[in-house]
């Protein structure tokens, strides 16, 4: 039995168990019903809680208090203006008062923070220590960040007021408007900040208190972010880095294009480098940002929030983090983590603000991961000079026998084309080299981050984290509530489902439905170690990261492998992938030399899946057969697989994708090139009927001119499951398997273990219906195409009969004219060039006779003639070749 005593009136309330009674007597969590809470005034007041166990023999009685605090009241805050533009260096534009608060237990503090939107992290601002008294007023100067561009750079202010025992009372100021500079404006400033280490700015984050070195640097680092996201449109027609990456979560990146992808229009040279050097510029300055922070303090939760926050901020662009900077953030993150796992610091904290810090740091954790997974590829001229400088840079496979296509720079319109290209092939396989190093530090960190969390948190409790670039959820509660059942992060389809028996997930360690385990998914958009050839060649950047843990009671992890039944994993793709597009199928039609209508795709790398999806009315059933490299035939058994769709007519509830068929990277194995597919619709007789074999499908369906009943749209796309084995320090699929649930919004994949997991995903190119091309090519069926076709061949001869007549005119025109009164017999050659002057009335028709003398010999009379050019002419120069029977000497 459990019982809860005021210590100072009658009791009121009642401590229940948290979870069954079977486990109560062997756990030590406690969870306390709500209305205790209403039966104190404003002050702190304990409670005394005491366990009487009975066993029969005798009586055991365990004891323990609890404070309960309620948070200051009674006060309002109010902010001007309530628009406003930010200025580059950052200046305090908004004045908050707040006023009439109260707590008889003194407030301590009030903390300001930006909400943008549930899918972003929120943005510190500041706080202000008060003076210990029981009613406070507040009379400061804040800088308010750059609000976010899909809420028309509006965003919510709240503050929360502490008192000094800890208890906090959220409360929403009111909706901002803070617009940023100009793009010409704050890079300008940027630019002339860079160029003078003695600038007010620089001064200030050096000699500033954490307070204002936080929000200044933060607020900065919001406002370069906001113009990192402008050059996507200004520069689009550019190899802009931030649209070389995967799209962001929440709403930031809603409008943007379609990743990876260079926009319509013209980028010379000179729009180019403006392009580079205003991202270099924001990569030094947010380098600068990063190492002020050495001269701050962080140790206690709430200097780590704001730092935390900070360094979120730095980061939340990708393209603009060196891999100088990811170091530092990973290093600081590092001792921020060792600090809040610290019981003795931490032991008055509430752990709400722990939580809040974990969720920041995840934040910022998230966004070097992007960033050295995307900065191997994009460089700053900063990281190409740092490239040239390195010993690899003087090496390079000049042979016509290299096989490294990645470094050819054959093909660059330049020397400078060439040497930038060189250049980034030289820091890709600088950053290949530290990539799995930084991998190693991104998980152990997030690792960590679970352990923190699992140290404070109870059966049931869970986290869920949101930012730019990475968002999860971590949950402890026994491993029975786990099993069977799905884990998803918010906001995300990313999700697990773990086996429904303990045994299943856990063949050979000693778990029971009793463990309590702390479950963490985490989903990124990018991961450090993805330059391998084999993550390059199948890892396209169109699929998310998801990273799982399992935790034990003491913050270990659990090594989950070799489960004898498959973990589910769901794995969302980029929202702003291209997606395969249906395909009309008209009238299909089998031909004379074939049994189904084809359709083709290839498979370019081993351990691949195709999914083709069909669209088909209700009652219509289809015939499926796959063969790899060949036309799918019954004869020879050339079928490798037979696909029933929808496999039962009416569906059934468990049908799971009926209208697509999967070829699962277990069936495609090692076959990489063209695999096809032929479709036949079933009649109503072979409806529900079971696959048929190969001699079934000879004598059921036969060859001739056979037409569909129904038309169908069909989409072909490639995907595949693969997980970073740490082992080997690179990706692999073994042990996974692409499921028939994947769609081209995400892959699910059935693995038999736990580590960090990505998809590949390709949109298949259109195929080509051949069938329906050699059957419809005779002349009546296309009098237009054919006549076109003729017209265009006719055009074609008569142009390239005029224009080999030109070429021969010209090559005419080039050479020596062999003078008519040459002799076959004489063996002896001489060139002779005649320039005709430019003066008026220097050309002449006339023929002209020479004699050409020598130290030895002299000629005949001979006459200059060239039957096919005109010569003497105003300007000309001609050439002749005379033929004489001996030496004349030098002329």
């Excluded at 892959?747 to 080509?768: D, K, M, R, W, Y």
Aim: hydrophobic share 35%; charged share 25%; proline share 5%.
């Amino acid at each position: 039995m459990l019982r809860a005593t005021h210590l100072f009136s009658t009791p009121t309330a009642i401590l229940y168990p948290s979870f069954s009674p079977e486990f109560s007597l062997n756990s030590q969590y406690l969870a306390l019903e709500d209305d205790l809470f209403q039966t104190f005034g404003t002050k702190s007041d304990v409670f005394n809680v005491r366990c009487d166990i009975n066993n029969g023999d005798s009586n055991i009685t365990i004891s323990t208090d609890i404070w309960l605090n309620k948070a200051p009241t009674g006060g309002n805050c109010s902010i001007e203006p309530l628009v406003a533009t930010a200025t580059p260096s950052a200046s305090p534009q908004w004045r908050v008062v707040c006023e009439g608060w109260e707590d008889s237990d003194n407030i301590k503090e009030f903390h300001f923070f930006s909400f943008f939107d549930d899918s972003e992290v929120v943005k510190e601002i500041d706080s202000f220590p008060v003076t210990g008294t029981d009613h406070v007023a507040l009379d400061e100067q804040l800088i308010l960040p750059v609000g976010p561009t899909y809420r028309d750079y509006h965003q919510d202010v709240w503050v929360s007021v502490r008192d000094s025992l800890n208890a906090v009372n959220s409360y929403r100021i009111g909706t901002f408007q803070v617009l940023p500079p100009t793009s010409e404006t704050l890079e300008s400033y940027v630019s002339d900040i860079l160029d003078d280490p003695t600038s007010e700015f620089f001064m200030d984050l050096e000699v500033g208190d954490q307070r204002t070195v936080t929000e200044k640097a933060s607020t900065v680092a919001s406002m370069m972010t906001t113009i990192a996201l402008a050059a996507r449109d200004e520069y689009k027609a550019c190899e802009v880095a931030s649209n070389m990456i995967a799209t962001g979560y929440g709403k930031y990146d809603q409008d943007r294009p379609t990743p990876f992808t260079v926009g319509e229009g013209e980028c010379d040279t000179d729009t180019q480098f403006e392009a580079d050097k205003k991202r270099d510029d924001r990569t030094k300055l947010r380098a600068h940002l990063i190492k002020v922070v050495d001269t701050l303090s962080y140790e206690d939760v709430w200097s780590i929030q704001n730092v935390a926050g900070m360094l979120s901020q730095v980061v939340s662009e990708p393209t603009e983090v060196s891999n100088d900077t990811q170091t530092r953030v990973l290093d600081i993150l590092d001792i921020m983590i060792d600090s809040l796992s610290d019981a003795t610091k931490m032991q008055f904290v509430p752990q709400e603000d722990v939580e809040k810090v974990i969720g920041t740091i995840y934040s910022a954790l998230a966004g070097v991961q992007a960033a050295s997974g995307i900065m191997g590829n994009y460089p700053s001229l900063d990281d190409l000079s740092q490239a040239q400088e390195d010993p690899q840079w003087k090496e390079y496979d000049a042979s016509p026998t290299a096989d490294d296509t990645e470094s050819d720079v054959t093909n660059a319109k330049s020397y400078e084309e060439a040497m930038k290209l060189h250049s980034k092939h030289v820091h890709k396989k600088l950053n290949s080299g530290r990539a799995a190093a930084m991998a190693s530090r991104c998980e152990s960190l997030s690792t960590k981050l679970a352990k923190l969390f699992s140290s404070f948190a109870i059966p049931g409790q869970s986290l869920d984290t949101a930012s730019y670039r990475g968002r999860g959820k971590i949950k402890k509660d026994f491993i029975e509530t786990f099993l069977g059942q799905t884990v998803q992060v918010q906001s995300s389809s990313a999700a697990i489902v773990l086996p429904t028996d303990v045994v299943h997930l856990f063949p050979e360690l000693p778990i029971t439905l009793e463990t309590a385990v702390t479950l963490q998914i985490q989903e990124s958009t990018n991961f450090p170690d993805v330059y391998s050839e084999f993550a390059t060649a199948r890892l396209h950047g169109y699929s998310s990261f998801v990273k799982i843990d399992l935790l034990d009671e003491d913050g270990n992890q659990i090594q989950v492998m070799d489960t004898t039944s498959p973990i589910k994993l769901t794995i969302p793709n980029d929202p702003k992938a291209p997606q395969p597009e249906n395909q009309l199928i008209e009238n299909p039609l089998v031909t004379a030399w074939n049994r189904f209508m084809l359709h083709k795709t290839a498979v370019e790398t081993s351990g691949s899946s195709v999914h083709v999806e069909f669209q088909i009315s209700p009652d219509v059933q289809l015939l499926v057969v796959a063969r790899h490299g060949d036309i799918p035939s019954p004869e020879d058994d050339k079928i490798d697989k037979v696909f029933i769709v929808p496999p039962t007519l009416p569906l059934q509830p468990d049908d799971v994708n009926p209208y697509v068929i999967v070829l699962t990277n277990e069936d495609i194995g090692d076959k990489i090139g063209d695999w096809y597919f032929g479709v036949r619709e079933r009649n109503s007789s072979f409806i529900n009927m079971p696959s048929p074999s190969t001699q079934e499908i000879k004598e059921r369906y036969r060859t001739g001119e056979v037409l569909f009943e129904h038309n169908y749209n069909i989409k072909i796309w490639i995907s595949g499951c693969y997980f970073y084995d740490t082992s080997i320090t690179d990706w692999s699929s073994s042990g996974c398997t692409v499921s028939q649930e994947t769609t081209a919004e995400k892959t699910v994949c059935l693995c038999n273990h736990l580590t960090t997991f990505t998809s590949g995903f390709v949109v298949a190119p259109n195929t080509i219906d051949w069938n329906y091309v050699f059957s419809n090519a005779d002349f009546l069926s296309n009098p237009t195409l054919y006549i076109t076709e003729i017209v265009i061949f006719i055009v074609f001869a008569i142009g390239f009969f005029l224009a080999r007549r030109k070429d021969k005119h010209d090559s005419e025109q080039l050479g020596l004219a062999p003078l008519e009164d040459n002799r076959r017999q004489d063996k002896y050659y001489y060139e002779i060039q005649v320039s005709t002057g430019m003066r008026r009335g220097a050309g002449t028709d006339s023929n002209v006779y020479f004699i050409l003398s020598g130290e030895e010999d002299e000629t005949e009379e001979r006459m200059f003639s060239d039957k096919k050019r005109p010569i003497f002419k105003k300007g000309m120069t001609n050439g002749f070749l005379m033929a004489v029977p001996r030496q004349v000497g030098r002329a």
